[in-house]
């Protein structure tokens, strides 16, 4: 190797993520001030929905799938434990081993009484240090929430006001006020906005207000929306002019990142309800229309479908606003984000943002980002290898400075 430098890549490597503070750009997570919103602890882990659709292939005959949604939490946790963990196969899909890494975190022995010494340890936490806990052992600083104004049980908190935790940053969410055009008409009205079902001039503007205020309440960062494969730009649908009309350009006006997350077929299997959501690939004809005719604004994007990873990649290098995030979802499991993320090093060098947690429940920070870690190194120090190989003289703090930047937020959402 020329130019090998006198220090262990792998090594700094590691401690360039172990110094820097993960600001996790995508979560479902709220803080406590949120009340209900806030899930934390063994049945809401348990019962996470990649957990759930797991679990339902392989209930016991006497429990079906409507069953099981019937019951309450605690026994819904019961039954998936049995099922996943108590089976008779180890638990080893990338899910339930992320139970296994959030018990051993916290020092609780999976078996043979995992679930129960879990609830143990719980009842006896207070809530504030186990979110404290959470934080520090996670490596995690700041976690991005998804924020639904439309949604009964999160608008009223925003509207009477609470002093929301540093750590948990707002982003306004889209689906509810725009897919499945005019069902969100009632509620927006409901709200004050004088939308009609008509996409009209007075539809597009109170959009336009709607965004606004709420981004102005809730502080937003950016503004996200899931879309399935078959979204279309330009496109006569509802949603595809209501992005054109109103989301693009508010994002441009205000100067946030409009995320797109794309490739989500809802509903596929309902009855599995979260977790019956399946997939589908994108035509990026369509990214590429979005990025030329607004050049003015950040798009965020994820894709579901390995298939279009590269895509995205070439697509990417041709527009510098857009920005590829995260192994969304099916793909965050160790096999593709080491393939995704050696891919987007080599297309795009460091301008993209690796990896987010998506997490629900707060405990998940412990497995989704220490697996994640484990997953994406061995791609980073391939690749300062390579470089020192090349004949780059390679610094420590070059390592530091590309994981600060990559993992803290990227150009858009670092503080
Ligand atoms: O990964 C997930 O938890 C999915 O259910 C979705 O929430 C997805 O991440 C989304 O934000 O729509
Ligand atoms: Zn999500």
Same mark, same amino acid.
Not at 37 to 59: M, N, V
Not at 126 to 134: G, Q, R, S, T, Y
Not at 139 to 158: I, Q
Not at 250 to 259: C, G, H, K, L
């Given at each position: ?44 882990? /348990? ?60 020092? /609780? ?42 949604? $009964? ?11 929301? $935790? ?70 006569? $649908? ?44 994108? =035509? ?52 593709? /984000? ?37 997953? /994406? ?24 400075? =590309? ?13």
């Amino acid at each position: 190797m020329s130019n090998a430098p006198d220090f262990s890549i792998s090594a700094a490597v590691e401690r360039a993520f172990a110094e820097h503070p993960i600001v996790d750009i995508h979560t479902h997570l709220y803080p406590l001030q949120m009340g209900a919103l806030s899930l934390w602890g063994p049945d809401e882990l /348990i019962t996470y929905h990649y957990l759930k659709a797991e679990a339902s292939r392989q209930l016991p005959p006497d429990i079906s799938v409507a069953q099981f949604n019937a019951m309450p939490k605690p026994e819904q946790a019961d039954v998936v434990w049995k099922t996943l963990f108590v089976g008779d196969s180890s638990p080893i899909s990338e899910a339930q081993l992320g139970v296994i890494t959030v018990m051993n975190a916290l020092g /609780i022995v999976p078996r043979p009484n995992g679930l129960a010494d879990f609830r143990a340890y719980c009842a006896d936490v207070k809530p504030e240090a186990f979110v404290d806990l959470i934080f520090e052992k996670s490596g995690v600083g700041k976690v991005y929430m998804t924020n639904d104004p439309l949604d $009964d049980a999160e608008r009223p908190l925003w509207e009477k006001g609470f002093d929301l $935790d540093p750590r948990f940053g707002a982003v306004l969410r889209l689906d509810s006020a725009l897919v499945g055009w005019p069902g969100p008409v009632a509620k927006l009205q409901a709200l004050g906005y004088n939308v009609e079902n008509a996409l009209s001039e007075k539809t597009v503007s109170e959009m336009r207000r709607y965004l606004n205020d709420w981004c102005d309440r809730i502080g937003a960062r950016y503004m996200a929306i899931s879309l399935p494969p078959n979204f279309t730009y330009p496109g006569e $649908d509802p949603v595809s002019q209501l992005m054109a009309k109103a989301v693009w350009p508010t994002a441009q006006d205000r100067n946030i990142p409009s995320a797109m997350m794309v490739g989500v077929k809802r509903g596929v299997n309902p009855v599995l309800r979260d977790g019956g959501d399946g997939m589908g690939v994108w =035509d990026l004809a369509n990214l590429e229309n979005i990025a030329r005719d607004f050049p003015g604004v950040n798009f965020l994007i994820t894709i579901l479908s390995r298939e279009n990873q590269h895509g995205l990649c070439v697509v990417a290098r041709k527009f510098p606003n857009i920005l590829p995030f995260g192994c969304w979802w099916f793909l965050n499991d160790p096999s593709i /984000i080491q393939e995704i993320t050696a891919e987007r090093l080599e297309l795009l060098g460091a301008s993209f943002i690796p990896q987010h947690s998506d997490a629900r429940i707060l405990d998940q920070l412990l497995y989704k980002w220490t697996h994640s870690v484990r997953t /994406i190194s061995p791609v980073f120090v391939r690749k300062y290898e390579d470089l020192a190989h090349a004949g780059w003289p390679l610094t420590e703090d070059d390592i530091k400075r =590309d994981i600060a930047k990559m993992f803290g937020g990227g150009k858009l959402l670092s503080d």
